[in-house]
C-alpha cells in the first residue's frame, strides 16, 4: 500500500439540491470525501443515495442550469473546482481526472471508431499536443489496449462499439482513461451492468492499472463485496450523507452505524446462515427530507436528539468517522 | 419448516428450444437458446438455476409457463406433458403455474391500479363472486405486508420494493402449487432484496409452494435454494444440493462461479477455489463451440474436450456433472 499524505481531493460539506417542479430535491445534504494520492477510496451505498452525483460534481458534469450547490467545497491539489473558470475545468478533465461510466455502451459513441475515440483523447491529452501525427496516436492507442488485454487492438481500432461484446466495451472505456497519464480515476459502477465472471476480470483489471501507475481511484459500487477486494478506505452513504468511513477490515468486522450493520446484514454470504430482514422502511423523499439525521426514520435505536439536528461526522480512531449520535455520548 | 417430499412436481426431459434468426448458404440459423436440459423440481423444493446472460435460463423460465413452444423435449407438471403454448393448456394448470418477472416496473401494466392488477387472476382462476373481490385482495396485500390503501395506486407511485412484493401478490393470487421466479431481486437494492426474500420463504412455508429460482447471484442461492443448477451455453453443467455445491463444487465453470463472487468476510474467502481465475466471455449461442461448450475458457482443458460434448454423470447421490474430467464408471 502506497497511501501518502499528500491529499489530492477534498470535498468539505457538499450540498446539492435539483431543481424539479414540486421544489428543490436537497440530494446531497453534507457530504465530505478525501482522498490521498495513491489511495484507492470505495463509495458504497444503495440506489439513489446520491453517489453519481457527487462524482459528476467532482468533474462538474452535471446537467446545467438544473442543479443548486447552497454551500461546499471540492478542493483538488487545493484548488476549488466549484471556483473554476471553464478553461481550468477543460484541463481538470482532460488531464488530471478521468471517469469510467456504468453503463459502457452508452459511455462510448456509436457512430466513431474505438481508433478515433482513443485518438482523440490522447490528442487532447498533455502528453501529446505536439505529435497530432497519426502514426504516433495509433501507436499510443494499440499499447493502451494490449494493456487493458484487448486481443487483435489493431482490429478493434476500426471497429465501431456495436461490434464488441460489453466486456470488451468496458476495456475500452478503461483504456480511454489510461490513454493520457491521470492522478485521479473515478470508476462508477464498472462493473454492474457485467456478469460476475466478466466483473471480476474487470475488477482485477483496474486494479492492476491503478497501482502500476500509482494513481489514485474512487470506486462508486452498491456491492459491498467489490468494495472490500479493491480498496484501502470505505465511504458508507445513506440520502446523500457519508454515514461512516473505515478501512475494509475495520468496517466488516466492526460496523458501528445502524445503517451500515443493517446493509451489512442483508447481504447473503457464501458460507450460508439465512438472510436478515434487511432495513425496514425506505429511502426517505429528497423534496422534504426528515429533519435531523436522515437515517432516523428508519433506525431502531433513534432517540429524540436524532430528529432535531443532523449527526456531525466524528473522528472514534484514525481513518475512522461515524455520523451517529450512538458513538458521541 | 419446509417438507421437501421425493414427488417431483415439475419434470424436464431433453428439453431444447432454438430461435430461427436467418438463413445462409448452409441452411437456416439457430440460437440454440436451450440445448438439452433435463431437471426435476419436487414438491415444496426451491430449485436454483444460476448461469451469466445468454445462457438460457429466461428461456427455460419462459417455456415452463408457456410463453414458447419447445423445439423438442418434454416438460412434464405431475406427470402430464404440457409442453405447448400457455393458449392451448388446460386452465388448471396455468391456474397453478405462475411466474415473477425481473422488472416490475415492466410487468405491471402503469396504466392500471393495483386493484385492476389482482383482480385479473380472480376473475380467470376462481369462482370467488366479484362482491368479495376486495376483501380477498385485502387479505392478498396483507400477506405481503401491504396497507389495503396501496389498492387505489397505480404502479409509478409505489416504489420498486413494493412493485415487487404487488408482483409476488398477484402470483399467489390463484393459489398456484410452482412459481418461477425470474432474477425476483437483481433490479433490488439488497437491503430490499433481503426482505422479498424473506418473504417469499415465508409465502412457500406457508403455502406449500415450489420455486424454480432463476438468478445470476450464487450468494443468494445458497441462503434460498435446496438444491442448485449451473447453466451455460443452453445447458446445465453441474447439479447439486446447495451445501456440497458450495464446499465441493466440481465443474470447472461453476469454480469459477465461486471464485468470482464478491465477499464480504474472511470465512467466505476461504470457501473460494483459489486456482480457477475467471477468463474469456461466454461465446455467442449462435457459434456454440464443438465439444464441450465451455472448452474455451477451461484451465483443465485436455484434447477430447474440442472432440465429444461430455455426458451428465452422477458422481455421488444427487451431484450430477457434465465434464470429461469425471468419466463414466467403468469406462475409463
Not at chain 1, 442543479?67 to 484548488?79: E, L
Not at chain 1, 474487470?202 to 500509482?214: A, D, F, P, S, T
Not at chain 2, 462461479?257 to 465477499?263: A, F
Amino acid at each position: 500500500m502506497k497511501t501518502k499524505e499528500n491529499i489530492l481531493l477534498d470535498i468539505k460539506d457538499l450540498h446539492l439540491w435539483y431543481r424539479v417542479y414540486d421544489g428543490y430535491l436537497k440530494v446531497l445534504n453534507g457530504v465530505h470525501l478525501m482522498v490521498r494520492e495513491g489511495e484507492r477510496i470505495g463509495l458504497v451505498g444503495e440506489a439513489g443515495c446520491g453517489k453519481t452525483t457527487t462524482m459528476k460534481s467532482i468533474l462538474q458534469i452535471l446537467p446545467p442550469g438544473d442543479f443548486h450547490i447552497p454551500q461546499g467545497q471540492i478542493f483538488y491539489k487545493g484548488q476549488d473546482v466549484l471556483k473554476m473558470s471553464y478553461k481550468e475545468l477543460q484541463r481538470l478533465r482532460s488531464r488530471e481526472i478521468a471517469m469510467i461510466f456504468q453503463d459502457p455502451t452508452a459511455a462510448l459513441n456509436p457512430v466513431f471508431t474505438i481508433g478515433t475515440q482513443i485518438g482523440d483523447v490522447i490528442k487532447y491529452s498533455s502528453a501529446f499536443e505536439e505529435n497530432e501525427h497519426k502514426e504516433i496516436i495509433k501507436e499510443q492507442s494499440i499499447k493502451v489496449l494490449k494493456e487493458v488485454y484487448l486481443p487483435d487492438p489493431e482490429r478493434i481500432l476500426i471497429n465501431y462499439p456495436f461490434q464488441l461484446s460489453g466486456g470488451m466495451k468496458q476495456r475500452v472505456c478503461i483504456a480511454l482513461c489510461i490513454s493520457s497519464p491521470r492522478n485521479l480515476i473515478l470508476a462508477d459502477e464498472p462493473g454492474t451492468s457485467l456478469d460476475v465472471t466478466i466483473q471480476d476480470q474487470i475488477m482485477r483489471l483496474l486494479n492492476g492499472i491503478v497501482r502500476k501507475r500509482n494513481a489514485a481511484i474512487i470506486l462508486v459500487t452498491h456491492s459491498l463485496g467489490v468494495a472490500r477486494e479493491m480498496t484501502d478506505r470505505i465511504y458508507v452513504m445513506y440520502a446523500g450523507t457519508i454515514v461512516e468511513t473505515a478501512t475494509p477490515e475495520v468496517l466488516f468486522k466492526n460496523p458501528v452505524h445502524p445503517y451500515t450493520k443493517g446493509l451489512l446484514a442483508s447481504v447473503p454470504k457464501i458460507s450460508g446462515g439465512g438472510i436478515t430482514k434487511g432495513i425496514p422502511g425506505k429511502l426517505p423523499s429528497y423534496l422534504n427530507p426528515p429533519s435531523g439525521c436522515r437515517f432516523q426514520p428508519r433506525c431502531e435505536q433513534a432517540s429524540p436528539i436524532c430528529s432535531e439536528k443532523p449527526p456531525q461526522l466524528f473522528e472514534i480512531e484514525k481513518d475512522r468517522l461515524v455520523a451517529c449520535y450512538l458513538t458521541q455520548r | 419448516m419446509k417438507q421437501v417430499t421425493t414427488n417431483e412436481i415439475l419434470k424436464i426431459e431433453k428439453l431444447k428450444k432454438y430461435f430461427h434468426i436467418g438463413k445462409n448458404k448452409q441452411g437456416p440459423i439457430y440460437v440454440k437458446a436451450v440445448d438439452g436440459v433435463d431437471f426435476n423440481i419436487k414438491y415444496g423444493e426451491t430449485l436454483g438455476l444460476v448461469g451469466e446472460s445468454g445462457s438460457g435460463k429466461s428461456t427455460i423460465a419462459y417455456t415452463v409457463v408457456g410463453m414458447y413452444r419447445p423445439t423438442s423435449g418434454q416438460i412434464l407438471f405431475k406427470g402430464k406433458n404440457i409442453g405447448i403454448e400457455a393458449s392451448k393448456r388446460p386452465l388448471p394448470t396455468k391456474k397453478e403455474i405462475q411466474i415473477v418477472f425481473q422488472d416490475p416496473g415492466s410487468s405491471l401494466n402503469p396504466r392500471q391500479t393495483v386493484e385492476q392488477i389482482l383482480a385479473l387472476p380472480f376473475r380467470i382462476h376462481t369462482q370467488i363472486p366479484k362482491k368479495q373481490f376486495r376483501e380477498k385482495m385485502v387479505e392478498l396485500l396483507e400477506k405481503v405486508e401491504l396497507s389495503p390503501d396501496y389498492l387505489y395506486k397505480s404502479p409509478p407511485s409505489i416504489g420498486g420494493g413494493e412493485k415487487q412484493m404487488v408482483a409476488v401478490a398477484r402470483a399467489i393470487a390463484s393459489e398456484p402449487l410452482l412459481i418461477i421466479l425470474d432474477e425476483p431481486t437483481s433490479a433490488l437494492d439488497v437491503s430490499v432484496q433481503a426482505k422479498i426474500i424473506n418473504k417469499l420463504i415465508e409465502l412457500q412455508n406457508e403455502m406449500n409452494l415450489s420455486y424454480l429460482f432463476i438468478t445470476h447471484d450464487l450468494s443468494l442461492m445458497r441462503n434460498v435454494a435446496n438444491r442448485i443448477a449451473i447453466m451455460y451455453l443452453g445447458k446445465i453443467c453441474e447439479i447439486a444440493d446447495a451445501v456440497t455445491f458450495f464446499k465441493k463444487p466440481l465443474h470447472p465453470y461453476t469454480q469459477m462461479l465461486i471464485s468470482s463472487v464478491p465477499v464480504i468476510t474472511e470465512e467466505e474467502e476461504n470457501l473460494k477455489p483459489k486456482k480457477v481465475i475467471s477468463t474469456g466471455e461466454i461465446p455467442s449461442p449462435v457459434n456454440i463451440p464443438i465439444g464441450c461448450s465451455f472448452h474455451l475458457r477451461c484451465p483443465y482443458k485436455m484434447p477430447i474436450c474440442s472432440k465429444v460434448d461430455p455426458e451428465m454423470i452422477e458422481v455421488s447421490p444427487g451431484h450430477t456433472v457434465r465434464c470429461h474430467l469425471f468419466p463414466k464408471p467403468g469406462n475409463k
